[in-house]
């Protein structure tokens, strides 16, 4: 798709509809691929395993391994799409910047999704290129220079895997009886096992946000950014339990967020939603991370936004040339949220398939209450399977509905044995 304003909209089957490839198809994707396929976009879904949950809604799907080249390739290449939507870390990534040399529209651009996906590049851009403030950080690729880094960030510190998620590969470092255990973890437990590693240190913050930067086409055809409500959130075991917006934050620190979100947006470039990551101490702000599209804390906005405006509404809109309006004011592109909300994650408590969700009704049966059930195939401990979204009068009622109502709700799985069971019954095996 080229990048300017888009003056027209297709059904998904016209011969000259606008396609949109997405590299990883969880829950994410799946909103996506909802809002895309509301303006009429075609939809390709792409994961590593059949029935994705953003495979299930998508008008193609395709099931393969995206750090293998050839695979990645022959569907780009058999499908032509206007759009290549980065949604996991595990892609071949010197592949998306060949096909962005040959012209294809990798989003926001094949050099934010190399920087992002792991901690010692986006680091860099942030500290350095967009001149951000962060928590004091070193690195370290020895149990050795470990303990230097540690005694240079100072007690208490994290340690975690330069390339990592949902808490894995990092560890909290009391003190330096707490390092051994801490590099055998960041060594061997993040999603790319190396010796390299990073110590940052441990900001006792008030409250850790997410800022969903919007960079988007202006009337004139320039790019801009637009800045919904801070989503504030907090997590169990490194991994997102609940969010809410707005986050409750000073103006002052709000301002803030908005000028670190930009600086770090801008450094990184290209269209798109980003997830800035960031803690607040006060009126003080210090940058986390950033992911390049819609982040797993900014489920709370499918609620809190108006149908269309939700952080997919607005990826959509950015990368496809479509208007994102705001309101000016202090200096900043405000898109205000319209009711303040929460969400609160369902995690499954085993491991198996076929989740279940129980007691729905009961739970459920109170107003400001929606649910999404992923519909994931594979059930694992601690797999975030859904979540509750609530909306009330004030942010504090929010958050305190969306637990009560995701605590009601029961899980189970179909066990390893059984399911394994089932498909030779269906394979007339049994």
Known sequence: MDRKKLEELTSPNAANAKKLMLLGSGELGKEIVIEAKRLGFSTVAVDRYQGAPAQQVADKSYTGLMTNAGFLRSIVEKEKPDCIIPEIEAINLDLLFDLEKEGFNVIPNAKATHTTMQRERIRKVIAEDAGVKTSKYAYAESLDELKEACEKVGYSCWVKAMMSSSGHGSAFVKGPEDIEKAYKIATEEGRVKGARIIVEEHVDFDIEVTELAVRHFNEDGKIVTSFPKPVGHYQIDGDYHSSWQPAEVSELAEKRIYEAAGKITGALGGLGLFGCELFVKGDEVYANECSPRPHDTGMVTFVTHQLGFTQAGLHVRAITGLPVPA????????????????????????????????????????????????????????????????????????????????????????????????????????
């Open 327 to 430: 309101i000016e004011e202090d200096g900043f592109r405000k898109i205000p949220a319209l009711t303040p909300g929460a969400s609160h994650v369902i995690s499954c408590p085993s491991e198996g398939y076929d989740a279940m969700l129980g007691n729905v009704f009961n739970a459920t049966n109170e107003l400001g209450v929606s649910l999404l059930f992923f519909g994931k195939p594979e059930a694992h401990v601690g797999r975030r399977m859904g979540v509750v979204l609530a909306t009330a009068n004030k942010v504090e009622n929010a958050k305190k509905k969306a637990e009560r109502v995701a605590h009601k709700i029961e899980m189970q799985t179909r066990q390893v044995a059984e399911w394994k069971k089932q498909q030779l019954k269906e394979k007339h095996i049994l």
